[in-house]
C-alpha cells in the first residue's frame, strides 16, 4: 500500500456524507473512485504463512466467498458507521438476516418476547418455525408497553422489535422496553427496516442489533436483495458465524448495488419523509378517506414516542378507504405514478393493500386480530415530485 498522505475522513455524525464515504476503500483498484465489484470465489496466497494468518484472523484478507468477500465487506462497513456500530455482518435478503440471528443467538428452551404486528416473515417464524425448535414465542400487543414489562419480567431471553411497523405503522418505544429487558440481559433486537438509519437509530436507543432488509430503502432502487445486521461485536460475531455455515451470503453484485443506492440514502429519505408527511395531511382533508395512519401526524397515538427517537417519519403511510374493500381494487388501478407490488422503500412510489403485500400469508380473521383493516391501502411514497403525487391521489379518490 502506498505511504498514505491524506487527512482521515472524519463523518461520524453526519449520515449524508458517511452514506456518500463510509467503507470505501482507501487502496481502490488501479486507481478506480469506485469499489470494484469482485466477482472472485476464493482468494490467493504466496505462501501457507499468510493465508494461515488471514484464517486466524490475524492478517486482513478473505478466504472463500461464502465467509467474506471484498466488494460485501464495503457494503457492511457503510451500513455499520450509519448505524454507528461496533460491527456488521451481511445476509442474502432481510429475512436471512433475521432468521440467523434467532438461530445464532437463541437455544431450545429459551423464550423471544415481542410484537403481534412484525413484518410477514418474521410472524411466520414466531409462528412456525422457532416453536418447532422448542423456542418460546411471546407476541405482545404492539402498543400495550406494560403488557411487554409483564412478559419479559415473566422471562425473556430476547426482545425483538420492529417500529414503526408494517402497515399500519404503530411506534414502539425501543428505550423503554430495552430497559425492561437488560433487567433479564436479554439482547434487544430492532428491524429498523422502515426507519432507516437516517431516521432512528436503534442502538443509541438501548438495543444491541439492528437489523435491515436493504432490499428497501437501503438499496433503494428495488434491484438487488440483501440484509444486514449492526451492534454489538459479540452478538454479531456469533450472527457472522452461523451465516458463514448457513450459507445465505449477500453475493457481490447486490452488494455493489446496494452500495450505489446507499450513497444517496439520506437524499432519497429526506425527500420521501417530507412528501409522506404532506400526503398524510392532504388525505386526511379528503372526505373519501376514513383513517390515515403515519407516525408524523399529531393524531397517531405514537405520534410522542416518534418525536423522541426519530428524527423523521419515513416514507410509508397507510389509509383506509370509506365504501371498504370492494373500493380499494377500483382506486389502485385509476394511480398513474404508482406499481402495484409487494415493496417498499424504492425511488417509485408502490402501492398495495395488506392481503397481497405485508400480510399475504395472513387470513382475513388474523388480519381483523391485528386491528388491519380490509379496505387499508398502504403507500410507499418514491421521490416523484409531490405535485405529481397528490393529484395522482386526488383524481383516483374524485374517480370513486
Ligand atoms: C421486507 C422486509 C423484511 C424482509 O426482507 P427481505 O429482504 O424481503 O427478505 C423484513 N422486515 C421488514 C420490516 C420488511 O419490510
Known sequence: MPKKTRPEKNFESRAGTAAVWAGETEEGFKRATQTPVVHSVAYAYENLDEWTAVLAGEAEGHIYGRNSSPTVAVFEEKVRHLEAAESATSTATGMAAISNTFFALLSPGQRIVSQKDSYGGTSKLFLDFLPRFGVEVVMCDTTDFEEFEREIEKGCDLLYLETPTNPTLKVLDIARLSKAAKTKNAPVVVDNTM??????????????????????????????????????????????????????????????????????????????????????????????????????????PGHETAVSQMRGFGGVLSFSLQGGEQVVGAFLEKLRFAHLAAHLGGVETVVGPPKTTSHCETTAEERALLGIPENLVRYSVGIEDLEDLQEDLSAALDSL
Open 195 to 300: 426507519a432507516t438509519p437516517i431516521n432512528q437509530n436503534p442502538l443509541t436507543l438501548g438495543a444491541d442489533l439492528v437489523i435491515h432488509s436493504a432490499t428497501k430503502f437501503l438499496g433503494g432502487h428495488s434491484d438487488a436483495m440483501g440484509g444486514i445486521v449492526c451492534g454489538r461485536s459479540d452478538l454479531v460475531e456469533q450472527v457472522f458465524q452461523f451465516r458463514e455455515i448457513n450459507g445465505a451470503s449477500l453475493g457481490p453484485m447486490a452488494a455493489y448495488l446496494l452500495i450505489r443506492g446507499l450513497k444517496t440514502l439520506e437524499l432519497r429519505v429526506q425527500r420521501q419523509n417530507a412528501s409522506a408527511l404532506a400526503l398524510a395531511r392532504f388525505l386526511q382533508s379528503q372526505e373519501g378517506v376514513d383513517e390515515v395512519f403515519y407516525p408524523g401526524l399529531e393524531t397517531h
